[in-house]
């Protein structure tokens, strides 16, 4: 199983960049990494997936490096509606989906 | 189209009572999974399904039963509820298993309580 490790917390103020890593050192070589969004009393919202080097979408950018061994979630210029729970997700086979703890991404004014 | 849908919203139960959570979908995806979420934690996967009539087991699933007669539907049942099984509960869809290139759509959950 890819275990998955992020900041538990961080926080920002409006209208910054914000860059959140994920490490998964055992990341397997069929694994994609996602990141979804959760906002208190919701389901996760998929954010953006990719394999290697560099995705973009119209709400983030995902960084991987060539070993794949971690991963950059970046929001430009987040606003107070950004504050959530950030999790990465490193995707295997079905049985071995591990959403972690997640990362509490906090927008300050 | 209404996506991924959960009822009931909220539920409370008493120690032993059954009760089948309902989860229904209309993207016409094959694969489906249910989850349960405590506070301050991530998700875990309880059960799923990669098409009718195909179910497996995820980490955490005892104490659950499901079963997929049709694409649309994936039920959960909870045959003996137990005060450890007071969570959220949610179900997610994807058009197919997450080795490959796709995403999950999560329903809105399900908050139990057994008492």
């Known amino acids: 199983l890819a275990k998955t490790t992020q900041p538990i917390s961080m926080d920002s103020y409006e209208g910054q960049e914000v860059n959140i890593t994920c490490s998964h050192n055992?990341?397997?070589?069929?694994?994609?990494i996602t990141w979804y969004q959760q906002f208190p009393s919701q389901g996760p919202r998929f954010i953006i997936q990719?394999?290697?080097t560099k995705v973009t979408n119209e709400v983030a950018s995902l960084f991987i490096p060539a070993d794949r061994k971690s991963s950059t979630l970046s929001l430009p210029r987040v606003s107070l509606s950004d504050t959530a729970v950030y999790y990465c997700?490193?995707?295997?086979?079905?049985?071995?989906?591990?959403f972690g703890s997640g990362t509490q991404l906090t927008v300050l004014p | 189209n209404a996506g991924v849908t959960q009822t009931p919203k909220f539920q409370v139960l008493k120690t032993g009572q059954s009760m089948t959570l309902q989860c229904a979908q209309d993207?016409?995806?094959?694969?489906m999974s249910w989850y349960r979420q405590d506070p301050g934690m991530g998700l875990r996967l309880i059960h799923y399904?990669?098409?009718?009539?195909?179910?497996d087991q995820g980490e955490v699933p005892n104490g659950y039963n499901v079963s997929r007669s049709t694409t649309e539907d994936f039920p959960l049942r909870l045959l003996s509820a137990a005060p450890s099984q007071t969570s959220v509960y949610f179900c997610?869809?994807?058009?197919?298993?997450?080795?490959?290139?796709?995403?999950?759509?999560f329903g809105p959950g399900t908050r139990l309580t057994v008492l």
């Open positions: 399904s990669v098409g009718a009539g195909i179910t």
């Open positions: 055992n990341i397997a070589t069929n694994d994609y």
């Open positions: 997610a869809s994807s058009y197919g298993r997450l080795s490959s290139y796709n995403e999950q759509f």
């Open positions: 993207m016409n995806h094959e694969y």
């Open positions: 997700l490193v995707s295997g086979s079905a049985r071995q989906l591990t």
């Open positions: 990719g394999y290697k």
